[in-house]
């Protein structure tokens, strides 16, 4: 008798620990693994959905494309979550990197302004959902540069010697010089190319700093006159600093788009599909284009954006700012160009 009370003590206490430990988090959580760019998410929404379903994030952060898709190509990390821009997810997709999105995982899509759908680099939108999107421009200090600022020509002036920062990304300074020369930032011609390289070089005695994310840092503290930004970080210097300005230059720029996408290396699609959905609440895309202060394709969220960002053409450019701009595509087999150029502007 006592060892059959014995064994049912036991045999209770088994399944108390067993339900104590799942009703703790006993049972091991989904981990999503996020892969995207510095800066670019509020905090709060990633500790909100962990909180809401129930699935542990980590977060990851990349500086440009080029290093995303190198990483990805190497098959380094099991990422579940991307947000490239266009031409990266044009290639990706060409090379069989992207799963298919089932769109019935993700209704909060209709939230999308059609602007934002059946665009090329994902033109049956099968592949991913719009995230931000933006240009290219030069952001000035006024105390510092009285001139107008209205040309890329400005970048090679010589009475702004170590004032300038370039974006240390092979796409945007080549392609800035391409448009200053009145070419396309798409060309593969080499004679292109190489009158661009040669800018670059000639030009590269006068840059204070190829730079990333810590370009903030640099223009807000006035380390410098001039520096090619992205306008959504333009949008947060300004408010951080009112003597700085942006500008899209006259010759043109780059229109980009980033977007959120699945990688095939994603061991969790269906909750990758739910945290896709959680972006698109109204609440949660409002929240996310309020602190980056890049331009939301979400038509709901937008409409909940102060006056006084929605009407800055910083992040809403009117079409007449747009005039002469491009959207990046995918180089495939001239990238190597690209490559071999910037490599030679850097070790100059």
Not at 303 to 326: C, F, I, Q, R
Request: with cysteine.
């Amino acid at each position: 008798m006592k060892k059959v009370l014995k064994s049912l003590l036991v045999f209770t206490l088994a399944i108390s620990m067993v339900l104590s430990l799942a009703g703790c988090g006993g049972e091991k959580k989904v981990q999503l693994k996020v892969y995207n760019w510095g800066d670019y998410i509020d905090q709060s929404v990633i500790g909100d959905f962990e909180k809401k379903y129930n699935i542990d994030v980590v977060y990851d952060e990349f500086a440009t494309n080029e290093e995303m898709y190198a990483k990805i190509k190497a098959g380094a990390d099991d990422y579940d979550i991307l947000v490239p821009s266009d031409y990266a997810i044009k290639r990706m997709i060409d090379e069989d990197m992207l799963y298919k999105l089932d769109m019935s995982n993700i209704p909060n899509y209709k939230y999308i302004d059609d602007r934002f759908k059946d665009l090329a680099y994902d033109p049956t939108n099968e592949y991913s959902v719009p995230y931000m999107w933006g240009t290219v421009g030069i952001l000035y200090n006024k105390t510092m540069v009285k001139e107008p600022v209205d040309s890329w020509k400005i970048l090679w002036d010589e009475k702004y010697s170590k004032q300038i920062l370039m974006l240390d990304s092979l796409r945007d300074s080549i392609g800035i010089t391409l448009k200053m020369m009145g070419y396309s930032l798409n060309t593969k011609d080499e004679k292109e190319l190489n009158e661009a390289k040669e800018l670059l070089i000639k030009q590269k005695p006068l840059v204070l700093a190829y730079v990333g994310d810590e370009v903030k840092d640099k223009m807000i503290g006035g380390e410098a006159a001039l520096a090619v930004v992205w306008s959504g970080d333009a949008i947060y210097m300004k408010r951080e600093n009112p003597d700085l300005e942006y500008v899209i230059p006259k010759e043109g720029s780059n229109i980009w788009f980033d977007a959120v996408v699945i990688p095939k290396s994603s061991q969790h699609k269906k909750e990758a599909e739910l945290f896709i959905n959680y972006l698109c609440e109204t609440e949660v895309a409002f929240k996310n284009a309020d602190f980056i202060g890049y331009a939301t394709p979400h038509v709901e969220a937008k409409k909940m954006l102060p006056v006084d960002l929605t009407s800055d053409k910083s992040a809403y450019p009117e079409d007449g700012d747009l005039k002469n701009s491009e959207v990046f595509e995918d180089l495939a087999g001239s990238l190597p160009k690209y490559d071999r150029i910037w490599t030679e502007v850097k070790s100059k």
